[in-house]
């Protein structure tokens, strides 16, 4: 049972889908191109406005949301029916999202977790820093009223760990904020806002660790000790060391050097060649390996080829590989990808923007034994 309280009225309430900032009209020509895919047999009119790191959505026969995909590849986050609420001091504010929302909590009988994020983390620091104030001013003023319901209160890091669960999610933009309450299961990631701010480690040779390392977090799957790994598009080696410090034995090709200052201290072996990325194999008497994964800017079309051969023969049981965007209609160049691997038998995969992803999106899945 959908454990989420609904009525006639909140149903016509908008969604509003968060992205990176300049990517919502890439997001956008994506909603309209799955909506109209699916919806072509429904009366379901969308009405859709952009800017400022979101986008948001009206339906107007029934909630927009009963037909949407679980995420989209530009999407962060989600809020069904939300609310929005003009910018107030905070005091006042809080005491507005109680009214406004709180009911949605204290009509279920379920815990719930609060998670308060600027609409646009990657530029508005004073917003992250308001949201901040928000929460804690928020959760004072409902720890002196409502006690029966902060009893239910789980703080969002213990609160990925037990669902079912309530979300309260406020949003906040510029002029004031999108407030929402889901179930968890319901939201397009378990993390607050979809900011997935990973900490860089000193000894890693490039900043795009960080993406591997949010790939990792997002597949709930850690590379393990001796695990075998190519790494195409190598150079200088962020993510060959994400891999070896965790004792993988890695097969780095590129052209480039390597710049590892360090393999880690758990037995990472690497072995750097110096070909092409794109027509790479493996020796042909081996075994599928743990992971491969593709860094290499190439264009989309020789991308798909490369993990076509990977995927088919097949000679790898997981994969992670990213896709360079042009500047204008990334979608379309994203579709012949997204339809070949839903072809697929048995893959299970996933196509996002990451948070540390910029003019790229990554795609990353495993194949089921
Ligand atoms: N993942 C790397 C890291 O974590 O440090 C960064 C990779 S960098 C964005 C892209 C790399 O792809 C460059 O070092 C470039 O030499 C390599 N590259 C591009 N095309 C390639 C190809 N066809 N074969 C091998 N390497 C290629």
């Known amino acids: 049972m959908n454990p989420m309280i609904t009525s006639p009225i909140t149903a016509t309430r908008p969604l509003i889908l968060l992205c990176r900032e300049t990517f919502e009209q890439a997001l956008l020509e994506e909603v309209r191109a799955k909506l109209n895919a699916q919806q072509r047999d429904t ?21 927009v ?40 909590i204290s009509r279920s009988h379920l815990p719930w977790s609060l998670h308060t994020f600027a609409a646009n983390p990657d530029s508005d620091q004073p ?23 902060v009893k239910r209160y789980r703080p969002p890091e213990r609160a990925a760990t037990q669902p079912p669960l309530l979300v309260l999610q406020l949003c906040l933009a510029p002029q004031g904020l999108w ?20 900490h860089f480690d000193p000894q890693a040779p490039s900043r795009s660790y960080l993406k591997i390392e949010e790939v990792f977090e997002r597949m709930g799957q850690m590379p393990k000790s001796r695990q ?10 962020g993510w060959s060391y994400a891999f070896l410090k965790r004792g993988c034995q890695v097969l780095a090709v590129d052209h480039g050097p390597m710049k590892l200052k360090s393999h880690g201290d758990a037995g990472g072996r690497l ?3 110096r070909e092409n990325g794109i027509s790479f194999r493996p020796p042909a008497d081996q075994p599928p390996v743990d992971w491969l994964v593709s860094d290499m800017l190439i264009p989309p079309g020789k991308t798909l080829g490369m993990i076509r051969k990977w995927l088919e023969e097949p000679l790898t049981r997981r994969f ?24 697929i038998p048995g893959l299970r995969f996933q196509m996002r923007q990451l948070y540390h992803d910029r003019r790229e999106i990554t795609v990353f899945g495993v194949r089921e034994e």
Request: glycine share 6%; charged share 20%.
């Open 43 to 63: 009366t379901t009119r969308l009405t859709v406005e952009a800017g400022q790191g979101l986008v948001k959505i009206s339906g107007t026969t029934r909630p």
């Open 65 to 104: 949301t009963d037909t949407l995909p679980s995420a989209f590849i530009f999407e962060r986050q989600r809020l069904n029916q939300a609310v929005w609420l003009e910018n107030l001091p905070l005091k006042r504010l809080a005491r507005e999202i109680a009214v406004r929302l709180l009911p949605d």
């Open 127 to 149: 917003l992250t820093r308001r949201a901040a104030n928000l929460r804690d001013i928020f959760l004072e003023f409902c720890a002196q009223r409502f006690t029966v319901v």
């Open 179 to 198: 407030g929402s309450v889901m179930p968890l299961s319901q939201l397009t990631d378990p993390c607050p806002g979809g900011i997935h701010r990973m």
């Open 228 to 237: 075998r790994v190519v790494d195409l598009g190598a150079a200088p080696g």
């Open 271 to 273: 072995v750097h060649l």
């Open 320 to 343: 992670v590989f990213n896709v360079k965007l042009p500047q204008q209609h990334p979608y379309p160049v994203l579709k012949p990808i997204e339809d070949y691997l839903r072809r």
